[in-house]
């Protein structure tokens, strides 16, 4: 990990001295690359690459080889001066993209996943959408989703996730230590042999499962008969330290508060694997930075900066 920040660190220096906007391909031996276009970094990085990508917005993309995407984060916080990744449309690994990874980014579209061994991470998302059954292996953590979640029957694991919407066709999967807002009337729908474990469920709607079968669930919490800990009268706000009405929203703060802390390592998002809330990944980033307006008299542009590097 020390000589990936490390050569990142480098990949983004050479990036800031040429174009902020540009960006940087660190291969698995250490060499860097520089790209104009998100979708020519992946199209040219050789399997086993991670692409850095610094704040600023990039076009939808297709991956068809392993590769990390990881960018700056998908909102400013503390000392981020850099703004957020953001990609404009879909993100999609394609076939032959088995064990790679998106960590840090801000999508306004889905992610489609028609690989093995996927990893979403510190992402803002509009949902998943596994094109078949025969892809397996989808981790998806620690993200912001916003829509909802289709499997088509594939395992996919959603851990310490704050998600609106349902799951459908999750089959053997795990569903664990997430967030759930849904102003539908079913959170899981057509899912086999799934595991519900440690969640928290805002919406009071009718039902939880829809057309589902061999499910367990423990520890989970909500309005639900099948939530251990069941919350039928409740106020949210009076649970957390900032309910936001179950927002998909940084702004949500969903560690508990007053009486309720004692959940806090029972169930939801701190608890199992936890949950980062800078949602930053493993990328350097800067904190400080000055920049001259005019060259010195040899003709130099005086440019500072001070970069932090998250592990």
Known sequence: MKKLIFNLIIAFMTTLCINAQQISVVSSSGATTIYRTIQDAVDKAAPGSVVYLPGG?????????????????????????????????????????????????????????????????????????????????????????????????????FSNNIMYGYIRSNSNGLVKNNVFENNGYRIFSLCHNLQIVDNIFFSNRVGLFESSDNLTYSGNMGYYIECEYQMTDIDWNDVFENYNNGAISPASKFHFKGDYKKYENICGIYAGSGFNDDQLAPAPYIVAKQIDDHTDTQGMLNVKFRVKANQ
């Open 57 to 157: 917005g990039f076009g939808g993309v297709t991956i068809t080889k392993k590769l990390t995407v990881i960018g700056i984060g998908h909102y400013i916080k503390g000392e981020n001066v850099d703004g957020i990744t953001s990609i404009n449309g879909d993100f999609t690994f394609g076939e032959g993209s088995d064990g790679s990874a998106i960590m840090g980014c801000y999508i306004t579209g889905k992610v489609n996943v028609s690989a093995n061994d996927i990893l979403i991470r510190y992402c803002n998302f509009n949902g998943l959408n596994v094109t078949t059954a025969s892809y397996q292996g989808t981790i998806v953590n620690q993200n912001y989703i916003r829509n909802y979640n289709y499997c088509s029957d594939a395992s996919v694991e």
